[in-house]
């Protein structure tokens, strides 16, 4: 009992620590005098950290994971087939390691239903069956899911379990996508650049519209980036959609920037009210950038009415939000008495925030709003010019 206590600790500590050592060593010992438990706790010790014993008796401890497994223990039958798939202290043997992780498998043991997956969708052991393949991952979590639809891709992919197989590898890199986009896009930028022994931009082009159309904000920006410098309107306006749907993430301010800059160019062709529109959406989802563009489209009439108030508003909002482009814009609002009622003392204030949060272009406008006031010839006093402070 005091030997199964110690191994229980190695299911839950690291590796690199004296418990885990400890309680293995315990383990075995227990094991070896015949105690069944031990033999079940050493199984999902080896299955928990994916480790290769040493020179131990393989013969023996086969024969016992053999018993057990055929008294109904998960674990027993998945480190059996571990010994087959890596060849620890046995021959490396493919298709019997298949074998027991089916076993596995069909007793309910999620780790083994993922390498069963794996075995049907690569063919290691099995004769390769796509459909069987993703049945097994069904009833697995969405981490190990995911996991093992990437490992299978870049199987077919790099062809590491025999021929390559870029359609297929395609579908499943395609079905992981689904669980996580970020991962695909992630597998596409791998593609595109040769990262992992293999460089296939067809592939990369078509993952990052796949990671793009499942919601991946930074493929959306990939393909909206490709499209933006094109002479073509279509290319422009697809470009604009892009950069609207990752806009919709608030934390992607390149987008909301990009959409800003479009507008600020005045584009033809009726892309502006689809600016605008996608400036509305991101800016509904939190975007900071989305906001700033917003009101330099009701404060010069791009695609709105004119209409310095409304860009006052969505200014107070960016700066209440701490952007320091927007506490810049305002402050000159605040100083020139457009769409606000004019505060010096609110302008410097905003200013000063601005010039402390790192954008350049406040302390020029501070330095100007703090020089003392001179008189003109008539004895009234003369107002910076607004050049001054832009």
């Known amino acids: 009992m005091r030997l199964l206590?110690?191994?229980?600790?190695?299911?839950?500590?690291?590796?690199d620590t004296q418990d885990f050592v400890t309680g293995l060593d315990a383990v075995k010992i227990a094991s070896a005098r015949g105690d069944r438990e031990a033999t079940r706790l050493m199984a999902k010790i080896m299955a928990r950290h994916q480790i290769i014993l040493g020179a131990?008796?393989?013969?023996?401890?086969?024969?016992?994971?053999?018993?057990?497994?055929?008294?109904?223990?998960?674990?027993?039958?998945?480190?059996?087939?571990?010994?087959?798939?890596?060849?620890?202290?046995?021959?490396?043997?493919?298709?019997?390691?298949?074998e027991w992780y089916l076993w596995a498998a069909r007793v309910g043991h999620e780790r083994a239903m993922a390498h069963a997956a794996y075995a049907y969708g690569t063919g290691r052991g099995l004769e390769r069956n796509e459909a069987t393949a993703l049945k097994w991952l069904g009833s697995v979590n969405e981490g190990r899911q995911r996991s093992t639809l990437l490992d299978i891709g870049w199987a077919l992919a790099l062809g590491t379990e025999g021929s390559k197989d870029m359609p297929t590898a395609l579908r499943f890199f395609e079905r992981a996508a689904q669980i996580k986009p970020s991962t695909v896009y992630q597998v596409a930028l791998d593609l595109e650049r040769g990262t992992r022994g293999i460089q296939d931009r067809d592939a990369a082009g078509h993952l990052i519209r796949v990671a793009a159309e499942r919601g991946d904000s930074g493929a959306a920006?990939?393909?909206a980036n490709a499209l933006s410098g094109?002479?073509?309107?279509?290319?422009?306006?697809?470009?604009?959609?892009?950069y609207g749907l990752a806009a919709q993430d608030k934390t992607n301010i390149a987008a909301g920037q990009s959409l800003a800059r479009l507008l600020a160019l005045r584009p033809s062709g009726g892309l502006v009210s689809?600016?605008?529109?996608?400036?509305?959406?991101?800016?509904?989802a939190g975007n900071p950038e989305a906001i700033i563009g917003l009101a330099h489209a009701y404060s010069e009439g791009i695609g709105v009415d004119v209409s310095p108030e409304k860009a006052a508003i969505l200014l107070e909002e960016a700066s209440g939000a701490g952007h320091p482009e927007a506490k810049y814009k305002l402050g000159l609002m605040y100083k020139s008495g457009v769409g606000v009622t004019a505060d010096l003392n609110k302008a410097v204030e905003l200013m000063t925030s601005a010039r402390d949060s790192g954008y350049p272009l406040a302390a020029v406008a501070l330095s100007s709003m703090m020089e003392p006031v001179t008189t003109n010839s008539v004895g009234e006093p003369a107002q910076a010019s607004e050049a001054a402070v832009q």
Request: aromatic share 4%.
């Open 5 to 15: 206590k110690l191994g229980q600790k190695a299911l839950t500590v690291d590796m």
């Open 56 to 98: 131990d008796d393989r013969a023996k401890l086969e024969r016992r994971f053999r018993f057990e497994a055929l008294r109904g223990a998960s674990s027993s039958v998945l480190a059996i087939a571990n010994m087959y798939d890596r060849g620890d202290g046995v021959p490396v043997d493919t298709k019997k390691a298949a």
């Open 221 to 223: 920006t990939h393909l």
């Open 230 to 242: 094109s002479s073509n309107v279509e290319d422009q306006r697809r470009a604009v959609q892009w």
């Open 274 to 284: 689809d600016i605008v529109a996608a400036l509305e959406k991101a800016k509904a």
